[in-house]
């Protein structure tokens, strides 16, 4: 799911982009829950990255540590710590990109949904706070259930009044990532030339590679594209089975995120043509207010949330078949943030 840009590792592409843009403005991003198993490679990625000038790590654990390994590599990122409540205005406050993955992680045999009790209040909680202390900032949330997580975080913002639909994405990079990946193995493409949107949400059967708009053309048998679909869709189950009671991807999860944060960092800086899937406040599917989409990436955030294009036959009875699961998670975070 990209434009002319992302087929690159992401730590690759910024560098090169770097020395080639205008002059980049101060850029805070903040991780919450940068202590953990995603968070800290992730903020290790955007310590590399130059158009990250200062990283606030938070966490309710751990930090300092954290903070104190990663600021001695040299980069001239700058980093920072924070923990616990009474130090999170101090990571939040200037940030322009808040990346959220705090929470706990899945154990095989349980659903992203079964994540549900906790991480719905901690994203409740942090996404409140970024309302009071960086309500301009663009906030990416990473915490499953995320077709649940992001519209609590929607309602957060409604009630503080400082939502914008723009500013606000769950990030499904990871599915596209993985659709990249198992699609350019599959017929032995090179992968950076290999891009897959993937739609819908970021659950078992709400992910919905579109196969048919890969990116070189791809032929599959139906077994093919139906194992293929599966495998996607069960990729984040496979890595969980493998840690086998560990957690679930942390090191592909985190450069997914890096990759992300980095397309929003050059959207910001009015890079043109920065694409990736994400899953938005959207009228992609009517009756379903948010969706993974294409979307581009500009000065405002999401710039603008493309259309599904034309699906194949396969596509649409998954998109039917997903609906009604995808608004249930989406209408239980609503539910849960307006409680
Ligand atoms: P982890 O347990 O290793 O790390 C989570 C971190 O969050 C810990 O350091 C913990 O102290 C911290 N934390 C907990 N409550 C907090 C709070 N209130 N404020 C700040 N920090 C807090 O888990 P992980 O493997 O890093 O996974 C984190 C989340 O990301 C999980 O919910 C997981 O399901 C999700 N995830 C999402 C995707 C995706 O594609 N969107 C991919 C992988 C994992
Ligand atoms: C993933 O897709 O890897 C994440 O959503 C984590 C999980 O629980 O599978």
């Known amino acids: 799911c ?25 850029r805070k991003v903040a991780v919450l829950g940068a202590a953990g198993g995603i ?42 710590a924070y923990t616990g409540d009474a130090e999170l205005e101090g990571a939040l406050k200037g940030a322009e990109l808040v990346v959220i993955p705090a929470g706990v992680p899945r154990k095989p045999g349980m659903t ?31 915490s499953n259930p995320v077709n649940s997580t992001v519209p609590i975080a929607s309602e957060v913002l409604k009630a503080a009044g400082v939502y914008n639909p723009k500013r606000l994405l769950g990030v499904t990079t990871l599915d596209v990532v993985r659709a990249n990946t198992f699609v350019s193995e599959a017929r032995g493409l090179d992968l950076k030339d290999v891009d897959v949107p ?14 048919s ?41 985190a450069y997914a995120a890096a990759r992300m944060a980095e397309s929003t960092l050059l959207g910001l800086a009015g890079e043109p043509s920065v694409f990736e899937c994400a899953f938005v406040d959207s009228q992609a599917v009517p009756g379903s207010p948010f969706f993974a989409s294409k979307v581009q990436l500009g000065p405002e ?6 259309g599904l ?29 307006r409680k």
């Open 39 to 80: 968070g800290q490679p992730l903020s290790l990625l955007l310590k590399m990255n130059k158009l990250v000038t200062e990283l606030a790590l938070y966490d309710i654990a751990n930090v300092k540590g954290v903070a104190a390994d990663l600021s001695h590599c040299n980069t001239p990122v700058k980093v920072t």
């Open 301 to 306: 955030g999401v710039s603008q949330v493309l």
């Open 213 to 253: 708009q890969a990116t070189p053309s791809v032929t599959f048998s139906d077994a093919e594209r139906e194992a293929m679909t599966k495998r996607i869709q069960e990729a984040g189950t496979e890595v969980v089975e493998a840690k086998a009671g560990a957690g679930s991807a942390t090191l592909s999860m």
């Open 309 to 337: 294009g034309t699906l194949n036959d396969f596509e649409k009875a998954a998109l039917d078949a997903m609906l009604p699961e995808l608004k249930a998670q989406i209408q239980k975070g609503i539910d849960f943030a």
């Open 2 to 26: 990209a434009g002319r840009r992302l087929a690159a590792p992401a730590v690759r592409r910024a560098s090169s982009r770097a020395r080639t843009m205008p002059v980049v403005e101060a």
């Open 112 to 142: 992203r949904d079964d994540l549900f009790n906790i991480n719905a209040g901690i994203v409740k909680g942090l996404v409140s706070a970024a309302a009071k202390h960086c309500p301009n900032a663009i906030i990416e949330i990473i």
């Open 198 to 211: 993937v739609v819908g949400g970021h659950a078992g059967i709400t992910i919905l590679p579109l196969l």
